[in-house]
């Protein structure tokens, strides 16, 4: 059992220099992922990532968004698909199973559908559930200010930081990473992780 992100990033000809977001975004999936070979940027704003263990999958496409809405005036699509890999090749566009189909035919319905995450496993019940609370935590994360995108990454990356740590890292109090952090519904975030990763385990 697998999962694979597809994604593509909203505006990105807006911004005058694609390595605003180019670069991060390229950072970032080199942390989240094992080998080169398991994540590829394509057509020049698209991309796909596999994250071998499907209880990671939400949070790091939740990092990826706050990764590129970080960057003023973007936003990113994304799809999760989880399930069986058949084929590995040595470029993940060439790699084949379940949790690749799934991520790209969710990914179609987005762009239908105008939304930003979705995922789709082989059990039906679980997808309605999950998608539900997508769709109601991205009232909160389509509109996340620059800075409470910020401060979800840093929170992410940086677990085990206290306020007082994370204000340093970029320069501010401690009270004002606690109120980026209430604004961005970070805790409702972690809740709906763990409620994610417990759903998905039982695959």
Do not use: C, H
Not at 160 to 171: A, C, P, T, V, Y
Not at 177 to 193: G, N, P, T
């Amino acid at each position: 059992m697998t999962s694979v992100i597809t994604g593509d990033i909203i505006k990105s000809r807006n911004v005058d220099n694609p390595n605003k977001w180019l670069v991060p975004l390229k950072g970032l999936l080199k942390k989240i992922t094992p080998t080169q070979k398991a994540w590829e940027i394509f057509r020049g704003d698209s991309f796909q990532v596999e994250i071998p263990d499907p209880r990671e999958a939400f949070l790091a496409a939740v990092r990826i968004k706050s990764v590129i809405k970080s960057v003023n005036g973007l936003d990113v699509r994304i799809s999760i698909g989880v399930g069986k890999k058949r084929y590995r090749s040595f470029n993940i566009s060439e790699s084949t199973g379940e949790a690749f189909i799934f991520s790209g035919e969710q990914f179609e319905l987005l762009k239908k559908e105008k939304i930003n995450l979705a995922i789709k496993t082989k059990n039906l019940k679980l997808n309605e559930e999950l998608n539900l609370y997508f769709r109601l935590m991205l009232i909160a994360m389509d509109n996340w200010t620059t800075n409470a995108a910020e401060i979800v990454n840093l929170n992410i990356a940086n677990p085990d930081f206290s306020q007082k740590e994370l204000g340093e890292l970029i320069g501010i109090k401690q009270n004002s990473v606690s109120e980026r952090q209430k604004r961005a519904f970070l805790e409702d975030i972690f809740r709906l992780d763990k409620m994610y990763r417990n759903k998905i385990e039982i695959l």
